[in-house]
């Protein structure tokens, strides 16, 4: 059974940093394989994308309102994806997932994605 569980959510101050963090279980060595993105939904809005990566890392993409704000990394050998947050902004406020895809074209679309965890909160104050 696959479970991505994400984790460092929580409440910080705008212009302030989070880290969040995304383990996967279930998938085995062939987490190695998989895109991983993250999204977020606010209240009242539809999930959006964030970021993603490539199984290698080598290629990252970002929504144009994070970028240069918001770096995606993972690290293979502990199933694990990163979205490192900085100078963040009220507008940030929402949940935020992470998912993976076994195969994707199209990483901004939340229809690529097999697996999604259950969401950690984030609230910038203003």
């Known amino acids: 059974q696959v479970q991505l569980v994400e984790s460092g959510g929580g409440l910080v101050q705008a212009g302030g940093s989070l880290r969040l963090s995304c383990a996967a279980s279930?998938?085995?060595?062939?987490?190695?394989?998989?895109?991983m993105g993250w999204f977020r939904q606010a209240p009242g809005k539809e999930r959006e994308f964030v970021a993603a990566?490539?199984?290698?890392?080598?290629?990252?993409y970002y929504a144009g309102s994070v970028k240069g704000r918001f770096t995606i990394s993972r690290d293979n050998a502990k199933n694990t994806v990163y979205l490192q947050m900085n100078s963040l902004k009220p507008e940030d406020t929402a949940v935020y997932y992470c998912?993976?895809?076994?195969?994707?074209?199209?990483?901004?679309?939340?229809?690529?994605?097999?697996?999604w965890g259950q969401g950690t909160q984030v609230t910038v104050s203003s």
């Open positions: 990566t490539t199984w290698s890392g080598g290629n990252l």
């Open positions: 998912a993976a895809a076994r195969r994707t074209t199209m990483p901004s679309r939340t229809s690529e994605y097999d697996y």
């Open positions: 279930g998938l085995g060595r062939t987490f190695s394989s998989h895109g």
